[in-house]
């Protein structure tokens, strides 16, 4: 089985920071990485897909990159409404979650 | 607008036999598959299971002998059923669209979920 790997588990940054969120894969999962936010209560939400692809409608200060086993998610400037719990998941084979990275405002 | 949501029981006992419901919108169940993933308490993600657009299913091995999927595509609902439950299978239960594509898809669109309590 595929594990995958989030760090930090938990980030505290300020408004305007730039924020970078990794996920690291046990094996190559080539480019199949997706990152979703996941606020309190609410359902999660797909923000990137194919590892560097933006979701419609997600806005551009959201970007992913990498392939193979390292993958990262960066916020270019964090805004308040970007307080949430972010999470990978890999779809090369099967699925598998990372662990999760809760986002506070410092 | 796609939607998911789930519904089903709240509190169950060990031993018993638990069964989610997976409403949907803004879909066909004959075009996308649907997952259920779980999230134990305190702990990550999990995938569990999922039934395709053509009605085939796929279970995760860890829960593969417990579980099963099933649809009824005139009501546009997907139900999990789950038996001999365990405290460790308390946590929140998520359904979950797969898009259409080739390959292993992602998921797309989430419910947000329902948190399952197996206690005495």
């Known amino acids: 089985d595929i594990q995958m790997t989030q760090s930090p588990s938990f980030l505290s940054a300020s408004v305007g920071d730039r924020v970078t969120l990794s996920c690291k894969a046990s094996?190559?999962?080539?480019?199949?990485l997706a990152w979703y936010q996941q606020k309190l209560g609410e359902a999660p939400k797909l923000l990137i897909y194919?590892?560097?692809s933006l979701q419609t409608g997600i806005p551009s200060r959201f970007s992913g990159s990498g392939s193979g086993t390292y993958f990262t998610l960066t916020i270019s400037s964090l805004q308040p409404e970007d307080v949430a719990t972010y999470f990978c998941?890999?779809?090369?084979?099967?699925?598998?979650f990372g662990g999760g990275t809760k986002l506070e405002l410092k | 607008q796609v939607q998911l949501k789930e519904s089903g029981p709240g509190l169950m006992q060990p031993s018993e036999t638990l069964s989610l419901t997976c409403t949907v919108s803004?879909?066909?169940?004959?075009?996308?598959?649907v997952g259920w993933v779980r999230q134990p308490l305190g702990k990550g993600l999990v995938w569990m299971g999922t039934?395709?657009?053509?009605?085939?299913?796929n279970y995760n091995s860890a829960v593969q002998s417990r579980l099963s999927i099933s649809r009824d595509t005139s009501k546009s609902q997907v139900f999990l059923k789950m038996n001999s439950l365990q405290p460790e299978d308390t946590g929140t239960y998520y359904c979950?669209?797969?898009?259409?594509?080739?390959?292993?898809?992602?998921?797309?669109?989430w419910g947000q979920g329902v948190m399952v309590t197996v206690s005495s």
């Open positions: 998941l890999q779809h090369n084979s099967w699925w598998t």
């Open positions: 094996q190559n999962i080539n480019k199949y």
């Open positions: 979950a669209r797969h898009p259409r594509s080739t390959g292993i898809p992602l998921f797309d669109y």
């Open positions: 039934i395709w657009a053509g009605g085939s299913t």
């Open positions: 803004g879909f066909s169940l004959i075009s996308n598959g």
């Open positions: 194919n590892a560097k």
